[in-house]
T-cell receptor
Framework: EAQVTQNPRYLITVTGKKLTVTCSQNMNHEYMSWYRQDPGLGLRQIYYSMNVEVTDKGDVPEGYKVSRKEKRNFPLILESPSPNQTSLYFC????????????FGEGSWLTVV | GENVEQHPSTLSVQEGDSAVIKCTYSDSASNYFPWYKQELGKRPQLIIDIRSNVGEKKDQRIAVTLNKTAKHFSLHITETQPEDSAVYFCAATAVGNAGNMLTFGGGTRLMVKP
């Protein structure tokens, strides 16, 4: 079954404690991306990757890091989480560039206290 | 970069009525416009999309129209049902765009009252 898998789905953490949200896709997609979703602000892109070892900033990259060492994985790293990073995070993937269907993971609810 | 505005932010209709959600975009290079439906607590899922070489596309009770001159596109849902209740997002991008693949609108919460 084609899918994008994120972990953890739910996490409560404390300010400053590094955490990683993993994302894996099994569709051999070149493109992967992270979005955050906040009430009234829709979906905003954090980082994206066009292929292995190729990453770039989206609209709201501050406070986040990513890596793309393998095609299937695209982890999101919060080196020093802060309360304003409390949000719902979605990983997404698709073939190639704009105009192809984007598949979203199930989402990761992150609370930073 | 692209900017997508979506209206209304909330929409309440009676079951069986039609619902219309409108979006405007700023980048004239955008030529792919998908719509996503997000049920409570779930991921966004593509329900319909349209490319700039057509002005309208239908899929059963759902249709999307596009006016490239005015830079706006709309989602039309006819004969609404309670299961249509969700948040709907429009988005825009340019096919072949190597950067920010999709720019999303702020979302519309649709409530269909039985």
């Amino acid at each position: 079954e084609a899918q994008v898998t994120q972990n953890p789905r739910y996490l409560i953490t404390v300010t400053g404690k590094k955490l990683t949200v993993t994302c894996s896709q099994n569709m051999n997609h070149e493109y992967m991306s992270w979005y955050r979703q906040d009430p009234g602000l829709g979906l905003r892109q954090i980082y994206y990757s066009m292929n292995v070892e190729v990453t770039d900033k989206g609209d709201v990259p501050e406070g986040y890091k990513v890596s793309r060492k393998e095609k299937r994985n695209f982890p999101l790293i919060l080196e020093s989480p802060s309360p304003n990073q409390t949000s719902l995070y979605f990983c997404a993937s698709s073939f190639s560039r704009g105009g192809n269907t984007i598949y979203f993971g199930e989402g990761s609810w992150l609370t930073v206290v | 970069g692209e900017n997508v505005e979506q209206h209304p932010s909330t929409l309440s209709v009676q079951e069986g009525d039609s619902a219309v959600i409108k979006c405007t975009y700023s980048d004239s290079a955008s030529n792919y416009f998908p719509w996503y439906k997000q049920e409570l607590g779930k991921r966004p899922q593509l329900i319909i999309d349209i490319r700039s070489n057509v002005g309208e596309k239908k899929d059963q009770r759902i249709a999307v129209t596009l006016n490239k001159t005015a830079k706006h596109f709309s989602l039309h849902i006819t004969e609404t049902q309670p299961e249509d209740s969700a948040v709907y997002f429009c988005a825009a991008t340019a096919v072949g765009n190597a950067g920010n693949m999709l720019t999303f609108g702020g979302g519309t919460r649709l409530m269909v009252k039985p």
